[in-house]
């Protein structure tokens, strides 16, 4: 590890002392991305444990960043434990893949894995083209996200705030029609935006480097690389 180092005076000897000092203050790193759940699989946050002490929760899709010493560790997602090693060149990549509903009936637990290459991880549901076929950086696709986001979510709730105003306020039958279709949509809306909402908090510490989708939509499909190659 490179080393910087610091000279000061001491005023009692006057002499002159060298201390080194780290040039690097972060802690390891240990990264525990979770893969998108199967269309029948929830995307409900797992608990998870460091060395028997709850760190977090990981949503569907999401990313967990867990700040662990140097060494050897047990991670464990809904009870299925696995050893790793912490290691202060690189972060620990683990993959924890919800196990697949079979005919025979729903197979509890998860699978839990050490992943050493970026391709073998989900991919962040930020694209890298825009919706003009543009590329963009992962920061310019958060603001754009984030933006449209609210922007639905503000013409979301105006159009639910005008189908309560509307039957609240009703005089006539007009009013009160106009206000149920006014809900309707506004509910309609939200069950739409909901998606959207989740994935964007299950992703908001992935890394800016780590993969992201080409093109917008792909995230739908993302399961499916890893029901059909599940690690093991």
């Not at 994935?199 to 510490?205: F, G, L, P």
Request: with cysteine; hydrophobic share 40%.
């Amino acid at each position: 590890m490179p080393v910087q180092y610091r000279m000061g005076c001491e005023r009692s000897h006057r002499t002159l002392t060298i201390s080194p000092v780290c040039d690097n203050h972060a802690m390891p790193e240990l990264l525990v991305f979770r893969a998108y759940p199967a269309p029948d699989q929830s995307w409900r946050g797992w608990k998870v444990d460091l060395d028997g002490q709850r760190v977090g929760r990981i949503g569907g899709a999401g990313v967990l960043r867990i700040e662990a010493s140097a060494g050897s560790h047990t991670l464990t997602i809904r009870g299925e434990p696995l050893h790793v090693e912490v290691t202060t060149d690189r972060p620990t990549w683990v993959l924890a893949v919800q196990k697949l509903i079979r005919p025979a009936g729903p197979v509890e637990g998860v699978v839990l894995s050490l992943v050493s290459r970026d391709q073998d991880l989900p991919r962040c549901a930020l694209s890298k083209t825009s919706p003009r076929g543009r590329s963009q950086s992962f920061r310019q696709a958060l603001v754009k996200a984030r933006l449209a986001t609210v922007a639905f979510a503000a013409i979301t709730l105006l159009i639910a705030g005008l189908g309560v105003y509307f039957l609240s306020e009703s005089v006539t039958p007009r009013h009160d029609v106009s206000g149920v279709v006014l809900l309707a949509v506004g509910a309609f809306l939200l069950v739409k935006l909901y998606p959207g909402l989740r994935i964007q908090w299950n992703q908001r510490h992935w890394p800016m480097k780590m993969p992201r989708v080409d093109h917008k939509g792909e995230e739908n499909d993302e399961w499916k690389r890893f029901a059909a190659n599940p690690p093991s």
